[in-house]
């Protein structure tokens, strides 16, 4: 069974793709900082079959991240890895004039540090992983550059069997370079592109983890690297930072799992996507796992 690490998994997004994994059979090493409520969703989780490793802790910790990466091995190895778990930086969001300079330290070392961190734990059972070896003979011309959404060079582009809009390698004759290896997908916001009143130390924390993702795509072509604008969303999150904002509007998180799945089941090329345009068909219909 292919196995998966997803932080910030006990409520929200995380617990939502954890439970969208589970029901595909794939095995699962959860985190949060809260033993309760992870345990609760593994009690869930636990329900499709699959093996559910929790471990309660704080992401920033490196003996964490390496408990996790180790609690993975001893899965069987490491297929796809989500860095879900999100700070702020303040609460309620504040304009960047009052912005505590801790805050915002924090959600760098949560939103940036952390995911890279983990991403160095995991790198050597994410390059051994077979689990897109498959798609190796299926899919051809994918360059050398990710796939960033709304650059305005579509011109540039062709268009893969999987994923609209992928790079092209160039010359027709090029030998293409198929990552074979394992994914990880960042969860970015749309706050890291647009310039949102208050959303400024988040945003900027986001940003930064969007450039990070961009160039680990391009030095780790071996691999499947994601990251993903997921939208609106009805969350604790989104409740914390905007407490007098009525969300009862917003989607619930699930809505957006089978966008993120789409990314796998098409084993799309690295690069920046938008949950909205693939829950609208901005990708070719492919396979799926």
Do not use: C
């Not at 809505?255 to 690069?271: C, F, H, I, K, Q």
């Amino acid at each position: 069974m292919p196995v998966a690490i997803i932080t910030g998994a006990s409520k929200g997004l995380g617990r939502a793709l954890a439970a969208g994994l589970a029901g595909r059979g794939w095995d699962l090493v959860v985190d949060a900082r809260s033993a309760g409520p992870l345990e609760a969703a593994a009690r869930e989780l636990r329900g499709a079959g699959v093996r559910v490793v929790t471990l309660a802790g704080d992401v920033t910790d490196g003996g964490h991240r390496a408990a996790l990466v180790a609690a993975a091995g001893e899965l069987g190895g490491l297929d796809l890895l989500v860095n879900n778990a999100s700070a702020l930086g303040a609460e309620p969001l504040v304009r960047l004039a009052d912005h505590p300079l801790d805050g915002l330290r924090t959600a760098l070392e949560v939103d940036v540090v952390a995911p890279l961190g983990l991403t160095q734990e995991a790198l050597p059972l994410l390059r051994a992983s077979s689990y897109f070896a498959s798609y190796a003979g299926d899919i051809s011309h994918i360059g050398e550059v990710p796939y960033i959404r709304g650059t305005g060079n579509a011109g540039t582009y062709d268009s893969p069997p999987y994923l609209m809009d992928a790079r092209n390698a160039g010359m027709p004759d090029s030998s293409p370079y198929i990552g074979t290896g394992g994914a990880i997908l960042n969860i970015s916001s749309d706050a890291a592109v647009e310039a949102y009143p208050t959303w400024g130390g988040y945003g900027a924390a986001k940003a930064a983890l969007d450039q990070q993702s961009a160039v680990l795509a391009v030095e780790e072509p071996g691999l499947r690297v994601w990251w993903v604008d997921p939208g609106d969303m009805r969350t604790d999150l989104y409740a914390a930072a905007v407490p007098d904002d009525d969300d009862s509007g917003r989607p619930l998180p699930g809505t957006v799992v089978p966008a993120l799945l789409r990314l796998l089941d098409e084993a799309a090329v690295s690069g920046r996507y938008a949950a909205a345009d693939l829950l609208a068909g901005a990708a070719d219909a492919g396979g799926s796992r």
